[in-house]
Every structure is written in structure tokens, then in C-alpha cells.
């Protein structure tokens, strides 16, 4: 008979007492884990899960009766200032395709637009208002997406100031 060294880790490692202090280990574990706070030592807890106001505070205290509001009205643009803004460096200020942006991309990186940027092309001009708003709101290649930057009333409000360039 041959003596085998790893005879009694065998022994061991298959006894049901040593599978059972294995198993709630294991199970101790898990629940240490996803208890409250997710650091090894919770010194401190974490912020989001905090009262931002605490019953001890004092009363807190309205701000001086000339200060600026916190949130201000939202001053209302023209078709012009938001084509300016958020459309004239590629379309260019006049519309016609020539804005910064779009020409260092044409030879910059070798781009080729896919649709003609000249708002006021033939082409865009033959395209009914529903089709622009359209682009408008869901972009088309490097064109990007309006419909969460500018609301319903802005976009028509560049959609009206693009008829005007024509």
C-alpha cells in the first residue's frame, strides 16, 4: 500500500462538518457584503443615502430680499439667435453651408456630406416643413440631435427663420 501526503486534506476537505462551516462562511460573507454601506470599514456612510436636513439644525434662513432669484425666467430667443447658436458653424450664418466646422471637416478629414448643407438650396427649399423638423430634432450622420437640447417651440422657431433665409 502506497502512502498518500494529501490523504488526510481529503479527508478534510470532504467531511460534512468542514462543507457546513464552509457553507455559512460563505453565507456570513454575502450578507457582511450587501449590508448598508459598501466599504470594508464604514467609517463614514455614504452621502447619498444622508438627510440633507437634520433635525438639530437650527431653522434655516430666507436670503436677503434683494438677491437674485434662483431660478430666473427663461429670456425668449429668436429664430435668429438660436440658428446663430446652435446651427451657424456648419450651416454657416447665411445658411449657405459654409460654417467653420463643416469646412474643417470637409478638408480637414476628408468629409463628404451626405445631405447638402445649403439651407438654401433648391433641394431644402422642395422640402416641406415637416421633413426639417424632423432633421431638426433626430439629426442625420454628424448632424447631432436637437430634440433634447431645444424644445418643440425653438426648433419651429429655426425652422421659421431657415424659410426665411431661403
Request: aromatic share 8%; glycine share 6%; with cysteine.
Amino acid at each position: 500500500m502506497r502512502f498518500n501526503p494529501f490523504g488526510p486534506l481529503q479527508q478534510l476537505l470532504t467531511a460534512p462538518r468542514f462543507l457546513v462551516l464552509c457553507l455559512l462562511f460563505s453565507v456570513s460573507a454575502l450578507l457582511m457584503g450587501c449590508s448598508e454601506g459598501t466599504y470594508p470599514v464604514d467609517i463614514f456612510t455614504e452621502m447619498h443615502y444622508n438627510e440633507s436636513y437634520k433635525s438639530q439644525e437650527p431653522n434655516r434662513l430666507d436670503g436677503p430680499p434683494d438677491a437674485v432669484p434662483v431660478s430666473m425666467p427663461k429670456p425668449t430667443a429668436t429664430g435668429e439667435e438660436l440658428f446663430i447658436i446652435n446651427c451657424s458653424m456648419c450651416h454657416g450664418f447665411t445658411g449657405t453651408g459654409d460654417g467653420n466646422v463643416l469646412s474643417t471637416m470637409i478638408t480637414k478629414y476628408k468629409y463628404t456630406p451626405k445631405v447638402d448643407p445649403d439651407l438654401t438650396s433648391d433641394m431644402v427649399k422642395n422640402l416641406p416643413d415637416v421633413a426639417i423638423l424632423a432633421l431638426i430634432s433626430n439629426g442625420i450622420t454628424v448632424m447631432p440631435r436637437f430634440d433634447k437640447l431645444l424644445t418643440e417651440e425653438e426648433q419651429l422657431l429655426i425652422l421659421q427663420y431657415v424659410r426665411e433665409l431661403q
